[in-house]
């Protein structure tokens, strides 16, 4: 029992120190809501562009149907 408290408040301390120094996100953004500056350029996406996610898509679509549809006919075996 000892042993369990020991590790349950050594538990509850690693997670306070991981919560005051800060979480860490993914996010672009800082904290107050105000995008940084970067290196990085935003551009408008171009019709072709577009059209070869759209193709791409498709294909992925289709790639799922046909790996249903044999997985359905083989399902009797």
């Known amino acids: 029992m000892k042993t369990f408290t020991l590790a349950l408040t ?18 672009p953004m800082s904290a ?6 970067s290196g990085v ?3 408008r996406m171009m ?7 759209k193709k791409r898509m ?8 046909r790996m249903m549809k044999k997985r359905m006919m083989n399902r009797g075996m």
């Open 58 to 65: 498709m294909r992925k679509q289709m790639m799922k149907r």
């Open 32 to 37: 107050n809501g105000m995008q940084t500056e």
């Open 10 to 27: 050594a538990l509850t301390a690693l997670g306070g120190i991981a919560l005051a120094s800060g979480s860490a996100s993914a996010a």
């Open 47 to 53: 019709q072709g562009d577009r059209m070869m996610m």
């Open 41 to 43: 350029t935003q551009v």
